[in-house]
Protein backbone atom coordinates (compact mmCIF):
# COMPACT_ATOMS: atom_id res chain seq x y z
CA UNK A 1 0.00 0.00 0.00
CA UNK A 2 1.24 3.13 -0.93
CA UNK A 3 2.65 5.55 2.13
CA UNK A 4 3.93 8.77 2.75
CA UNK A 5 5.40 9.65 6.11
CA UNK A 6 6.10 13.49 6.59
CA UNK A 7 8.89 15.06 8.67
CA UNK A 8 11.25 17.39 10.19
CA UNK A 9 8.71 20.28 11.47
CA UNK A 10 9.06 22.19 14.50
CA UNK A 11 9.03 25.57 16.26
CA UNK A 12 11.81 27.89 14.67
CA UNK A 13 12.27 32.23 14.78
CA UNK A 14 11.62 33.99 11.91
CA UNK A 15 14.92 34.09 9.90
CA UNK A 16 15.69 30.61 10.59
CA UNK A 17 15.86 27.58 8.59
CA UNK A 18 13.97 23.26 8.79
CA UNK A 19 15.08 20.95 6.33
CA UNK A 20 11.75 18.57 6.04
CA UNK A 21 12.27 15.19 4.87
CA UNK A 22 8.94 12.47 3.28
CA UNK A 23 9.48 8.87 3.00
CA UNK A 24 7.74 7.49 0.57
CA UNK A 25 7.03 3.49 -0.12
CA UNK A 26 4.51 1.34 -1.87
CA UNK A 27 4.99 2.31 -5.03
CA UNK A 28 7.81 3.22 -7.67
CA UNK A 29 8.98 6.45 -5.94
CA UNK A 30 11.29 7.12 -8.71
CA UNK A 31 8.83 7.26 -11.54
CA UNK A 32 6.99 10.24 -10.10
CA UNK A 33 7.26 13.68 -9.93
CA UNK A 34 6.83 14.77 -6.15
CA UNK A 35 5.48 18.08 -4.60
CA UNK A 36 4.94 19.72 -1.45
CA UNK A 37 1.98 21.21 -0.58
CA UNK A 38 0.92 23.34 2.45
CA UNK A 39 -2.01 24.27 4.80
CA UNK A 40 -1.91 27.19 6.76
CA UNK A 41 -4.42 28.68 10.12
CA UNK A 42 -7.75 28.98 8.32
CA UNK A 43 -6.17 28.75 4.72
CA UNK A 44 -6.49 26.32 1.93
CA UNK A 45 -4.08 23.58 1.14
CA UNK A 46 -1.55 25.19 -1.54
CA UNK A 47 0.81 23.99 -3.81
CA UNK A 48 4.63 25.14 -2.71
CA UNK A 49 7.49 23.19 -4.78
CA UNK A 50 7.64 20.61 -7.35
CA UNK A 51 10.19 18.35 -8.96
CA UNK A 52 10.38 15.76 -11.53
CA UNK A 53 11.59 12.62 -11.95
CA UNK A 54 14.69 11.77 -13.91
CA UNK A 55 15.36 15.48 -14.95
CA UNK A 56 14.92 16.53 -11.53
CA UNK A 57 14.03 19.82 -12.37
CA UNK A 58 12.40 22.13 -9.84
CA UNK A 59 9.64 24.42 -9.65
CA UNK A 60 8.27 26.81 -7.17
CA UNK A 61 5.23 29.05 -6.11
CA UNK A 62 6.15 32.86 -5.83
CA UNK A 63 5.83 32.98 -2.18
CA UNK A 64 9.01 30.54 -1.66
CA UNK A 65 11.05 31.10 -4.62
CA UNK A 66 14.42 32.05 -3.31
CA UNK A 67 13.79 30.67 0.32
CA UNK A 68 13.10 27.23 -0.37
CA UNK A 69 14.69 24.50 -2.17
CA UNK A 70 13.55 20.78 -3.11
CA UNK A 71 15.67 18.24 -3.76
CA UNK A 72 14.85 13.83 -3.69
CA UNK A 73 16.94 10.98 -2.98
CA UNK A 74 15.63 8.06 -5.26
CA UNK A 75 17.89 5.96 -3.27
CA UNK A 76 16.34 6.21 -0.08
CA UNK A 77 12.66 6.95 -1.35
CA UNK A 78 12.86 10.60 0.11
CA UNK A 79 11.79 13.61 -0.89
CA UNK A 80 13.36 16.64 1.06
CA UNK A 81 12.22 20.63 1.44
CA UNK A 82 14.94 23.02 2.59
CA UNK A 83 13.69 25.87 4.42
CA UNK A 84 15.77 28.86 4.75
CA UNK A 85 14.85 32.59 5.72
CA UNK A 86 11.68 31.34 7.07
CA UNK A 87 8.83 33.99 7.79
CA UNK A 88 5.93 34.00 9.87
CA UNK A 89 3.62 33.66 6.88
CA UNK A 90 5.17 30.22 6.21
CA UNK A 91 3.29 28.36 9.27
CA UNK A 92 1.41 25.67 8.02
CA UNK A 93 1.44 22.09 8.01
CA UNK A 94 3.33 21.04 5.10
CA UNK A 95 2.51 17.58 2.88
CA UNK A 96 3.78 15.90 -0.01
CA UNK A 97 2.53 14.14 -2.61
CA UNK A 98 2.46 13.14 -5.97
CA UNK A 99 0.79 15.62 -8.66
CA UNK A 100 -2.12 13.72 -9.08
CA UNK A 101 -2.56 13.37 -5.15
CA UNK A 102 -3.47 9.65 -5.61
CA UNK A 103 -1.43 8.37 -2.73
CA UNK A 104 -3.14 8.54 0.53
CA UNK A 105 -1.94 11.92 2.44
CA UNK A 106 0.45 11.80 5.41
CA UNK A 107 -0.45 13.44 8.57
CA UNK A 108 2.17 15.99 7.41
CA UNK A 109 4.32 17.91 9.65
CA UNK A 110 3.98 20.92 11.16
CA UNK A 111 5.95 24.29 11.05
CA UNK A 112 5.55 27.18 13.29
CA UNK A 113 7.64 30.09 12.59
CA UNK A 114 7.10 32.74 15.56
CA UNK A 115 9.31 34.53 17.78
Known amino acids: QAQLVESGGGLVQPGGSLRLSCTAS????????MNWYRRGPGKEREWVAG????????KYADSVKGRFVISRDDSKNTLYLQMNSLEPEDTAVYYC????????WGQGTQVIVSS
Open 97 to 104: NVPSGRVP
Open 26 to 33: GFTFSSYP
Open 51 to 58: IYSLSGRT
